[in-house]
């Protein structure tokens, strides 16, 4: 269902983002700056429309989103809609677009969520993270070509999303193999991923500290990493 630009946590070399198709339309999952390189390999001509849903406003998720205005507007010559998973957050981000990064407002379009009405996005799921961005912090439940797919996004619990799970639906979650208390813990979390595979739910995992060490832990498990992009 999705394709990653990369899948590592905060200190990778690449992080985590991940995008999808629908028409003629390219929907970013979060936009970090060390991904940017990697957008425009994508083919980019006979798109429509570019949408980038962000989750939060760390760096290691929304520091490209400001190139990626810019370089659709000089280059591209192609819309952008932001989209935020909550109004509190859009405000956000329009400091940081506007006030921080110096993107003219005429260049983009933002919008909450729960305004935009697109087939694709179901709706933004509120979830933990961090103390500092409590409140700020989303998944997603998205609708790609009928399948019900779930995005944790940084979470720190899995709760907010296991009632949009069931057989057939896919899952991308966070994974960690260090303790932080930010995020999914693997000793906690694997045990209830693969719960959910013998129950029909394809389970993939990104934003990974330590992926080497990860794909041991899910060797012959019906656990797989979520699969990378490779430009052609």
Known sequence: ?????????????????????????????????????????????????????????????????????????????????????????????????????????????IAAADELHCEWLVSAVPTTHTKTLHGRCFGYHLNIQGNDVVYTGDTATLTPFLPLLHHGAYLYSEVSFHKSGVHLFYMDTLPVLKELVQKGVKVYLMHMDEEDEISKLIENTGLYLAPLYQAE
Request: aromatic residues 10%; glycine residues 6%; proline residues 4%.
């Open 1 to 109: 269902m999705l394709k990653f630009l990369g899948r590592g946590s905060a200190f990778a070399d690449e992080h985590n983002s991940a995008f999808f198709y629908h028409n003629d339309d390219l929907i970013l999952i979060d936009c970090p700056e060390s991904e940017f390189r990697k957008v425009k390999k994508i083919e980019l001509k006979a798109v429509k429309n570019i949408y980038i849903l962000i989750t939060h406003t760390h760096g290691d998720h929304s520091s490209g989103v400001g190139t990626m205005i810019q370089y659709a507007w000089y280059i591209l010559h192609k819309p952008v809609t932001i989209v935020a998973p909550s109004d509190t957050v859009r405000k956000d981000l329009l400091t940081l677009l506007v006030q921080i990064e110096g993107c003219e407002p005429g260049r983009f379009h």
